[in-house]
């Protein structure tokens, strides 16, 4: 059964940081390219960053461009997302997601599987 699943996510102060893991199983991990989206509440699941095979590709939406950073284990099964310098817009569940080929197309469309994602609140 393949399964991703997001931990880290919490309450934290503007301006300061976090770390999001996703954990894969039942997946050859190595051979999928991952993402990480965002949905804040009444708003549509939003592309966050993307990462290729190898740590290929990084990619970023402009808002979160300089602020956070994706990277992947191979051998630990697990992406990551480190968050810093955290704005209050930034609130919302991140999830992450895979999928089997890398693509320009950072929709949520282009990703196959997802997990259940983790709350990432930003407030003093």
């Known amino acids: 059964q393949v399964q991703l699943v997001e931990s880290g996510g919490e309450l934290v102060q503007p301006g300061g940081s976090l770390r999001l893991a996703c954990a894969a199983s039942?997946?050859?991990?190595?051979?999928?390219?991952m993402g990480w989206f965002r949905q804040a509440p009444g708003k549509e699941r939003a592309f966050v960053a993307g990462?290729?095979?190898?740590?290929?590709?990084?990619f970023y939406a402009d808002s979160v461009r300089g602020r956070f950073t994706i990277s992947r284990d191979d051998t630990g099964n697990t992406a990551y997302l480190q968050m810093n310098n955290l704005l209050p817009e930034d609130t919302a569940v991140y999830y992450c997601a895979a999928r089997s080929y890398y693509s320009d197309d950072h929709s949520p469309a282009s990703y196959d599987v997802w997990g259940r994602g983790t709350q990432v609140t930003v407030s003093s």
């Open positions: 039942g997946l050859t991990f190595k051979k999928y390219p």
């Open positions: 990462i290729g095979r190898r740590g290929d590709s990084p």
